[in-house]
T-cell receptor, first 115, second 115 residues
Framework: EPEVTQTPSHQVTQMGQEVILRCVPI?????FYWYRQILGQKVEFLVS????????KSEIFDDQFSVERPDGSNFTLKIRSTKLEDSAMYFC?????????????FGEGSRLTVL | AQSVSQHNHHVILSEAASLELGCNYS??????LFWYVQYPGQHLQLLLK??????LVKGIKGFEAEFIKSKFSFNLRKPSVQWSDTAEYFC?????????????FGQGTILTVHP
């Protein structure tokens, strides 16, 4: 069964450092998403991405965050200057289409710890 | 903005017991409703979804959910749980007019089933 893969599974970084989280969506999917879950809190939508541009973003997704699809397979989330409050589990998801039938497939997540 | 509330943080049952997990949402317009499950060490996966039509929807592994519009609820049920149902369950809502991949999640309910 095809799946969304994420790397790294866990990253520890110092405050102020740049972090890139990587995702390989399912190959024939066209819509890509990032979500995050701060420990003990809800899973929150960050951004959706289609046709090489952001289609929707939440208020969490400020100028410190960016997303990119640098090649035909990877989908990345970059945090330019990490803060303590960026510590969270980050989930990538993809779907084949943005319709009612477009089920989201999630990766297992990347845990980011900012010290 | 819409919000989703799950009534129970942790539910503990014995095998063969019946299960009902509560989910309420706050949004006055058209919604699409989902239940996701996360088994230990695995990714979030779709259990079932409701878009329109019959308010009683059936999902995988014997789960079902009922949409009651007047109560803004979408409770998850299973008549007889198994040890393998031990997982965290998330209710999620997609508000009409936004990307179908933009989900608002509840805080999750951890289900522990004792053999």
């Amino acid at each position: 069964e095809p799946e969304v893969t994420q790397t790294p599974s866990h990253q520890v970084t110092q405050m102020g450092q740049e972090v890139i989280l990587r995702c390989v969506p399912i190959s024939n999917h066209l819509y890509f998403y990032w979500y995050r879950q701060i420990l003990g809190q809800k899973v929150e939508f960050l951004v959706s991405f289609y046709n090489n541009e952001i289609s929707e973003k939440s208020e969490i997704f400020d100028d410190q965050f960016s997303v990119e699809r640098p090649d035909g397979s990877n989908f990345t989330l970059k945090i330019r200057s990490t803060k303590l409050e960026d510590s969270a589990m980050y989930f990538c998801a993809s779907s084949r289409r943005d319709t009612r039938a477009g089920e989201l497939f999630f990766g297992e997540g990347s845990r980011l710890t900012v010290l | 903005a819409q919000s989703v509330s799950q009534h129970n943080h942790h539910v503990i049952l014995s095998e063969a017991a019946s299960l009902e997990l509560g989910c309420n949402y706050s949004y006055g317009g058209t919604v699409n409703l989902f239940w996701y499950v996360q088994y230990p060490g695995q990714h979030l996966q779709l259990l079932l979804k409701y878009f329109s039509g019959d308010p009683l929807v059936k999902g995988i592994k014997g789960f079902e959910a009922e949409f009651i519009k007047s109560k803004f609820s979408f409770n998850l049920r299973k008549p007889s749980v198994q040890w393998s149902d031990t997982a965290e369950y998330f209710c999620a809502v997609n508000a009409g007019g936004t990307s179908y991949g933009k989900l608002t999640f509840g805080q999750g309910t951890i289900l522990t089933v004792h053999p």
